[in-house]
Protein backbone atom coordinates (compact mmCIF):
# COMPACT_ATOMS: atom_id res chain seq x y z
CA UNK A 1 0.00 0.00 0.00
CA UNK A 2 2.54 2.60 0.61
CA UNK A 3 3.83 1.74 -2.81
CA UNK A 4 0.82 2.77 -4.03
CA UNK A 5 0.95 6.20 -1.86
CA UNK A 6 4.23 6.98 -2.70
CA UNK A 7 3.26 6.59 -6.74
CA UNK A 8 0.32 8.82 -6.17
CA UNK A 9 2.54 11.59 -4.00
CA UNK A 10 5.07 11.50 -6.60
CA UNK A 11 2.57 11.59 -9.71
CA UNK A 12 0.46 14.48 -8.16
CA UNK A 13 3.70 16.39 -7.28
CA UNK A 14 4.71 16.02 -11.19
CA UNK A 15 1.19 17.53 -12.26
CA UNK A 16 1.48 20.38 -9.89
CA UNK A 17 4.55 21.41 -11.25
CA UNK A 18 3.44 20.97 -14.80
CA UNK A 19 0.94 23.08 -13.89
CA UNK A 20 2.77 25.70 -12.08
CA UNK A 21 4.74 25.88 -15.43
CA UNK A 22 2.10 26.46 -17.55
CA UNK A 23 0.59 29.19 -15.46
CA UNK A 24 4.21 30.98 -15.28
CA UNK A 25 4.82 30.70 -19.22
CA UNK A 26 1.60 30.70 -20.67
CA UNK A 27 2.04 28.94 -24.07
CA UNK A 28 0.40 25.43 -24.65
CA UNK A 29 2.23 22.52 -24.35
CA UNK A 30 3.85 21.55 -27.66
CA UNK A 31 5.84 18.10 -28.79
CA UNK A 32 9.27 18.63 -29.94
CA UNK A 33 8.64 18.41 -33.78
CA UNK A 34 6.65 20.85 -34.01
CA UNK A 35 3.76 19.00 -35.15
CA UNK A 36 1.85 19.97 -38.18
CA UNK A 37 3.07 23.32 -38.80
CA UNK A 38 6.78 21.62 -39.40
CA UNK A 39 5.48 20.14 -42.54
CA UNK A 40 3.72 23.70 -43.98
CA UNK A 41 0.37 22.04 -42.91
CA UNK A 42 -1.90 24.82 -41.58
CA UNK A 43 -4.88 22.85 -40.26
CA UNK A 44 -5.49 19.71 -39.82
CA UNK A 45 -8.16 18.75 -42.78
CA UNK A 46 -5.92 20.36 -45.62
CA UNK A 47 -8.30 20.45 -48.41
CA UNK A 48 -8.58 23.53 -50.12
CA UNK A 49 -12.28 24.47 -49.70
CA UNK A 50 -13.60 23.40 -46.14
CA UNK A 51 -16.82 22.37 -45.08
CA UNK A 52 -19.28 24.57 -43.51
CA UNK A 53 -18.64 23.18 -40.09
CA UNK A 54 -15.04 23.19 -40.41
CA UNK A 55 -14.89 26.57 -41.54
CA UNK A 56 -17.23 27.61 -38.07
CA UNK A 57 -14.46 25.82 -35.70
CA UNK A 58 -11.77 27.82 -37.59
CA UNK A 59 -13.78 30.90 -37.34
CA UNK A 60 -14.63 30.41 -33.83
CA UNK A 61 -10.76 29.56 -32.98
CA UNK A 62 -9.87 32.33 -34.16
CA UNK A 63 -12.04 34.68 -32.53
CA UNK A 64 -11.04 33.03 -29.39
CA UNK A 65 -7.16 33.58 -30.66
CA UNK A 66 -7.77 37.11 -30.70
CA UNK A 67 -9.65 37.41 -27.61
CA UNK A 68 -6.97 35.97 -25.89
CA UNK A 69 -4.25 38.22 -27.26
CA UNK A 70 -6.00 41.27 -26.77
CA UNK A 71 -6.63 40.45 -22.70
CA UNK A 72 -3.12 38.90 -21.95
CA UNK A 73 -1.81 40.39 -19.00
CA UNK A 74 2.07 39.42 -19.88
Same mark, same amino acid.
Given at each position: ?10 L ?12 ? !??? *? ?6 ? #????? &? ?12 R?? !??? *? ?6 ? #????? &??
Amino acid at each position: MSTFIAAFVVLLLFFLLMSIGYLV !KRT *AVAGSCGG #LGALG &IEKACDCDDPCDNRKA !KMA *AEEARREK #LEKNR &II
